[in-house]
């Protein structure tokens, strides 16, 4: 015989989850997940280029897709000053392909 204190209470039973479609998330909670997912990109960016030098630390959050604004206040250098390093740091980059292609 099950007396009142043995019997399971609402919160310890589980609802059975309702079967069908599952819903897509709205449009907000869509452009939040993309907002939270670039600012993480940004902070994985930051911890990835600590103790490198300024060049290595231009070029990786360069490719994690930071702007020349952010950069500098990493790096401590003006946004001007870290556009121009990457201008320069481009046209080496092509410079050595060609070179590399007239040597074959």
């Given at each position: 015989m099950t007396t009142r204190a043995d019997a399971p209470t609402s919160a310890a039973v589980s609802m059975p989850k309702p079967r069908g479609k599952k819903t897509a998330p709205t449009s907000?909670?869509?452009?939040?997940?993309?907002?939270?997912?670039?600012?993480?990109?940004?902070?994985?960016?930051?911890?990835?280029?600590?103790?490198?030098d300024k060049d290595k630390q231009i070029d990786i959050l360069s490719a994690a897709?930071?702007?020349?604004?952010?950069?500098?206040?990493?790096?401590?250098?003006?946004?001007?000053?870290?556009?121009?390093?990457q201008s320069r740091r481009r046209g080496k980059s092509t410079e050595a392909v060609v070179e590399t292609s007239d040597d074959s």
């Open positions: 907000p909670e869509v452009a939040a997940l993309q907002d939270i997912g670039a600012k993480l990109d940004r902070v994985i960016a930051v911890l990835a280029a600590q103790d490198k897709g930071c702007d020349s604004k952010f950069i500098g206040v990493v790096v401590g250098m003006t946004a001007a000053s870290v556009r121009k390093f």
